[in-house]
């Protein structure tokens, strides 16, 4: 009887000791929310979003240029690094069962650890100087250099979820591989294949340090390919540095807006995708 | 294109060879016919040159022991067995005289005319049972100029499902019980018209009433079609099959017709496995 109140008091010490532990983890993220959003809610407005940045000592202005140059960000990432990071993750999928896949493998490991501003300063040597300009399509690159090894790292998880006997069933029926791939292996790994792609997206949209060395921060809306851009990270990072109380109030409205953006992006595609056949 | 193949094939088998196979598999009614097989799984050798030919409009039953090769040996004829990494096969396996192992005959196309059953019912989970059963068409791209609705009803009818799913063709393939997605199965199996129907254990996931039907349903197909059927379950190859061969560790200890094997095995080794000796 000792032994069975012993052992109930271990399954009950597990219990507490995970639940204590999962509070720890969650605890800063919550206030750091909440944070947020105290501070950073009274900012919204229209003209917060719309208009552009105001000058010092002066109006603060709104954040429309950083809105629209992560937006922009976030689609040339998305251009560039969804399609080589897919591509790249149903190669080590479905036909990386070699050593050379595994050293793919162990490359894109060591590229997901790479700092950031290492990317930066890697695309402002290799692009920046090169174009001698600082450009949207510099910062979309750096940012796709750090969004690729994610996306590909979970396309080849969530593929390699997908259950043997599907993949098959496919081939048997004298489906060819590629079709195989593309109409019966990606639908059955969509959702999983969608939550990495959605946090590789959300990750390049706070990155700030590659952004410095890429697209440098600008006060006004897009002006072209080869000109400076604004970032809603960038701004938050100036803002944050200047003694103008105003300007600090917007630097929290510029994180929340952030938050909401990745957060409307997620809801938004899963409502897209949310197909009648897929669990 | 055909032109071209059969150019290559007149080249790499002489003229004399193919006549005489084709003699051969007329005079015996010879649908697939295996000489000397051998498969391997790296160095694990799993077929020892098995000599054994399938009978055009017959049920035939691989029988043995688990582990034996029964898998192995209908997975080679219809070249899933090379989709495992590092398997090896050699000798032949004719389909109509003709070695599909032969260097220019693309895989892909015998597994449209040599169909498969798995063990575990997998239809495809992102799939309708429409869908399911029209995948081979849709992707195989052969569905072109023919009566799709009219095939997967004709598909679901020889499968004897479709009273059963008639109103609920649109819900997921997943949605019905095992036995009839075994069914499903069956039906994406031979909605493409495939020469042979290889089954491998297809009732050993199901109940009994389920099994009951599947075997009906076996004994139909033979009309026609070629079905090959393994199964560890003696009383099934006794019931359904024409034809029966015992394996035993990767060897054909005996082969003949059902009730020659099962009334009066002539190999002692049969005779022991039949009558609950060792399995």
Known sequence: MTSYTYRKFKNKLFFWLSLGCVIIAVLPLLSILFEVVIKGAPQLSIQFITKPVGIMGQSAGGIGPAIQGTLILIGLTSLIGIPIGVISGIYLAEYGDNKYADSIRIINGVLTGVPSIVIGVTVFLAAVIFLRHFSPLAGGLALSIIAIPIIARTTEESLKLVPNSIREASLALGVHKWRTIISVDLPAAKSALITGILLAVARIAGETAPLIMTILGSQTFFEGFNQPMDALPLRIWRDAQLPYANFQAQAWGAALVLILIVLSLNIGVRIANRGRLVK | ?279
């Open chain 2, 1 to 279: 294109m055909s032109l071209v193949s059969e150019k290559i094939e007149m080249d790499s088998n002489t003229h004399a060879e193919k006549v005489l196979n084709q003699q051969n598999s007329t005079l015996t009614n010879e649908k697939m016919k295996s000489i000397g097989l051998s498969a391997w799984f790296g160095t694990k050798q799993a077929l020892r040159n098995i000599n054994l030919s399938f009978r055009s409009n017959s049920v035939t039953a691989i029988i043995g022991p688990s582990g034996c090769g029964k898998s192995t040996l209908v997975r080679c004829l219809n070249r899933m067995h090379e989709l495992v990494r590092n398997s090896k096969v050699s000798g032949q396996v004719l389909l109509d005289g003709r070695d599909i192992y032969a260097r220019e005959v693309d895989p892909v196309m015998i597994r449209r005319r040599v169909g498969m059953v798995f063990q575990k019912p997998n239809p495809f989970p992102t799939m309708s049972i429409y869908d399911n059963v029209a995948a081979g068409l849709k992707l195989t791209g052969l569905k072109k100029g023919k009566n799709l609705d009219e095939i997967v009803m004709r598909s679901l009818k020889q499968a004897t499902l479709w009273d059963e799913v008639k109103d609920d063709l649109d819900n997921p393939g997943t949605s019905i019980s095992g036995g009839q997605q075994q069914r499903l199965c069956i039906a994406r199996a031979i909605a493409l018209q495939p020469e042979v129907i290889l089954m491998d254990e297809p009732c050993s996931a199901l109940d009994p009433i389920a099994t009951a039907k599947i075997e009906e349903l076996i004994v139909a197909l033979k009309r026609d079609y070629t079905v090959v059927i393994v199964t560890h379950n003696m009383q099934q190859a006794a019931r359904v099959s024409d034809f029966t061969a015992f394996l035993y560790i990767g060897e054909l200890i005996e082969y003949g017709s059902t009730k020659d094997i099962f009334e009066n095995p002539k190999v002692e080794l049969t005779e022991k496995y039949l009558t609950g000796g060792f399995g």
